[in-house]
T-cell receptor, first 112, second 107 residues
Framework: KAGVTQTPRYLIKTRGQQVTLSCSPISGHRSVSWYQQTPGQGLQFLFEYFSETQRNKGNFPGRFSGRQFSNSRSEMNVSTLELGDSALYLC???????????FGDGTRLSIL | SQQGEEDPQALSIQEGENATMNCSYKTSINNLQWYRQNSGRGLVHLILIRSNEREKHSGRLRVTLDTSKKSSSLLITASRAADTASYFCATDSTLTFGKGTMLLVSP
């Protein structure tokens, strides 16, 4: 079956703009989590959605938001982009809590 | 947060040698998972070990868990150049990761 699909793969934005990233989970997976990965901070948890509800949230400012649709697809939005938001954004889906996560290949976001 | 911390940060070995990576965590867990990440790609799940298990095998991978010491180790036997990647551990549901161990296997 198809894996986790993230679009776009690469994105270049400028400071102050906003961006929306998309994630299509594995069919049947209702949990979708988002992560930010940077060389300095490593892999940091952003938030998790389950059945359209945000279940957990990491320590990120309110500029970072997300949502999940009834078909489990998820979007992540970052407003008022800053240079420090340049990162690889990873999405992962799973059947539920404590289950292995399946990751997409990420969206590489560069802020100029 | 139940963050896993991997050790060492980097490991360089020759093909055929064994590689051992360690993970420490801070609070009680239900399970611990190991992942691999190739450069520029997403993470790939390798193995999950539950808190009531002490050791688990999968192919050339062997994972141990010591809940009394809050630590786990991942052993890759007879390493190959294709094992070159970063390896992460994570605990429980809301997975938080350490910065990983970067493994380089030279031919």
């Amino acid at each position: 079956k198809a894996g986790v699909t993230q679009t776009p793969r690469y994105l270049i934005k400028t400071r102050g703009q906003q961006v929306t990233l998309s994630c299509s989970p594995i069919s049947g997976h209702r949990s979708v989590s988002w992560y930010q990965q940077t060389p300095g901070q490593g892999l940091q948890f952003l938030f998790e959605y389950f059945s359209e509800t945000q279940r957990n949230k990491g320590n990120f400012p309110g500029r970072f938001s997300g949502r999940q649709f009834s078909n489990s697809r998820s979007e992540m939005n970052v407003s008022t982009l800053e240079l420090g938001d340049s990162a690889l954004y990873l999405c992962a889906s799973s059947l539920g809590s404590s289950e292995p996560q399946h990751f997409g290949d990420g969206t590489r976001l560069s802020i100029l | 947060s139940q963050q896993g911390e991997e050790d060492p940060q980097a490991l360089s070995i020759q093909e055929g040698e064994n590689a051992t990576m360690n993970c420490s965590y801070k609070t009680s867990i239900n399970n611990l998972q190991w992942y691999r990440q190739n450069s520029g790609r997403g993470l790939v799940h390798l193995i999950l070990i539950r808190s009531n298990e002490r050791e688990k095998h999968s192919g050339r991978l062997r994972v141990t868990l010591d809940t009394s010491k809050k630590s786990s180790s991942l052993l890759i036997t007879a390493s190959r150049a294709a094992d070159t990647a970063s390896y992460f551990c994570a605990t429980d549901s809301t997975l938080t990761f350490g910065k990983g161990t970067m493994l380089l296997v030279s031919p």
